[in-house]
């Protein structure tokens, strides 16, 4: 059974930290690529990050580029989003979502993606 569980989030203070931890089971995991997006309530969702199979290359959205990073350990089946200087626009619910890389375009499209998590929620405010 194919599963990507997130956890981590919390409610945090603008300017404090999170980390997010997406698990993966079910499938071969090195084969993936994995991608972070979030969803804000009445906004679409949108990719935040992304990390190639062997944590080589990664992307981020503009919005999050120098304040959030992305890692993964192949070992442990997890890949990772540390969320640092957080502001109020960060809260939304995070999902992770697994891709085979079998398509030509940009990380952000969804319709690359198999697999699908859960979501947790992130909220930041004061």
């Known amino acids: 059974q194919v599963q990507l569980v997130e956890s981590g989030g919390a409610l945090v203070q603008p300017g404090g930290s999170l980390r997010l931890s997406c698990a993966a089971s079910?499938?071969?995991?090195?084969?993936?690529?994995i991608g972070w997006f979030r969803q804000a309530p009445g906004k679409e969702r949108e990719g935040v990050s992304y990390i190639m199979k062997t944590g080589s290359t990664t992307y981020y959205a503009d919005s999050v580029k120098g304040r959030f990073i992305i890692s993964r350990d192949n070992a442990k089946k997890t890949v990772y989003l540390q969320m640092n200087s957080l502001k109020p626009e960060d809260t939304a619910v995070y999902y992770c979502?697994?891709?085979?890389?079998?398509?030509?375009?940009?990380?952000?499209?969804?319709?690359?993606?198999?697999?699908w998590g859960q979501g947790t929620q992130v909220t930041v405010s004061s």
């Open positions: 079910g499938f071969t995991f090195d084969y993936y690529a």
């Open positions: 979502a697994a891709d085979p890389v079998r398509r030509y375009g940009t990380w952000y499209d969804e319709d690359r993606y198999a697999y």
